[in-house]
């Protein structure tokens, strides 16, 4: 079974521009996350998903980020534009469904350098 | 807010050894779910072991076990037998509403290294 995939792996970008991030998650996986892990600390979660509707979004800072789960399968996250505070490893998961008794599987991330 | 505290930035242990990793967390609900999840330094967050707060008994997967304090409010992760692929970055995280939407909450982390 294929895991959660991601990428890019890394991008560096200047402050003020845009940059995307992509998620595929396990195939069949209704529940989607997007986690942001700032160095040093634990992930937190931006935005969930189930199926193609956001069930949760209050940590996301949506005047600069945005996600987008079309057909309920892949997604992507944007942030624009990129402040430096925005530094920070961007984490995908996915859970066949919502509840804490379904695991998350987690991507290999995307580290972001915000100059 | 559901927090979760870790308070061991770092441990280390010999290999072969036993180590044990603290986590407390803050909630006033009876029903949830805590964690402990492993990063290695390949940024993949791995499940390590699961606990759920109704079951009184203690969760165990293979060298991994946990000392769950329902009262106390304490999850500790038990590592025997340490070896060198278990270093990592480990997370304790909880999750309140079994059934529902509510987000994984995790603490600051422990890096843990094993010497050999």
């Known amino acids: 079974e294929a895991g959660v995939a991601q990428s890019p792996r890394y991008k560096i970008i200047e402050k003020r521009q845009s940059v995307a991030f992509w998620c595929n998650p396990i195939s069949g996986h209704a529940t989607l996350y997007w986690y942001q892990q700032i160095l040093g600390q634990g992930p937190k979660l931006l935005i969930q998903f189930q199926n193609n509707g956001v069930v949760d979004d209050s940590q996301l800072p949506k005047d600069r980020f945005s996600a987008e789960r079309l057909k309920g399968v892949d997604s992507t996250l944007k942030i624009q534009p990129a402040k430096l505070e925005d530094s920070a490893v961007y984490l995908c998961?996915?859970?066949?469904?919502?509840?804490?008794?379904?695991?998350?599987?987690f991507g290999p991330g995307t580290r972001l350098t915000v100059l | 807010a559901q927090t979760v505290t870790q308070s061991q930035p770092e441990m280390s242990v010999q290999e072969a050894e036993t180590v044990t990793l603290s986590c407390t967390y803050d909630?006033?609900?009876?029903?949830?779910?805590l964690f402990w999840y492993k990063q290695p330094p390949s940024r993949q967050m791995i499940l390590v072991i699961r606990q759920e707060a109704y079951k009184q008994q203690n969760a165990t997967e293979n060298r991994f076990s946990v000392n769950f304090q329902k009262a106390a409010k304490s999850f500790s992760l038990k590592i025997s037998d340490s070896q060198l692929g278990d270093a990592a970055m480990y997370f304790c995280a909880y999750r309140r509403d079994p059934q529902g939407a509510q987000k994984l909450v995790f603490g600051q982390g422990t890096r843990l290294t094993i010497n050999p």
């Open positions: 909630t006033s609900e009876s029903d949830y779910y």
């Open positions: 998961a996915s859970s066949w469904r919502q509840g804490a008794r379904y695991t998350q599987y």
